[in-house]
Nanobody, 119 residues
Framework: QVQLVESGGGLVQAGGSLRLSCAASGRTFRNYVMGWFRQAPGKEREFVATIIWNSGNTYYADSVKGRFTISRDNAKNTGYLQMNSLKPEDTAVYYC????????????WGQGTQVTVSS
């Protein structure tokens, strides 16, 4: 029902910045929650950040707090993850995900985009 497409990944130097995009299908993304997750090789999937679409309230993992910013553009049904002060340990495949506000788990996932931070 919901299709998500990530973009913006790539190779950056430590200390650099990158902005990921997550485009959602449909006319509106209201009443959804969009989240970003990441998974490094040999590691479990890790929560990064989430935004409640209607209110704009945001939440971050401690590991990225102060460096990453999640946001959304209502008109474009697109979410963003601005990543600043990138570290090699941020290297992972980043996934956009979505759930409805009245559910507890993320049911919709994008294909992932690779972020590699060199030292």
């Amino acid at each position: 029902q919901v299709q998500l497409v990530e973009s913006g990944g790539g190779l950056v130097q430590a200390g650099g910045s990158l902005r990921l995009s997550c485009a959602a299908s449909g006319r509106t993304f209201r009443n959804y929650v969009m989240g970003w997750f990441r998974q490094a090789p040999g590691k479990e999937r890790e929560f990064v950040a989430t935004i409640i679409w209607n209110s704009g309230n945001t939440y971050y993992a401690d590991s990225v707090k102060g460096r990453f910013t999640i946001s959304r553009d209502n008109a474009k049904n697109t979410g963003y993850l601005q990543m600043n002060s990138l570290k090699p340990e941020d290297t992972a495949v980043y996934y956009c995900a979505a759930r409805m506000t009245d559910t507890s788990r993320y049911d919709y996932w994008g294909q992932g985009t690779q972020v590699t931070v060199s030292s």
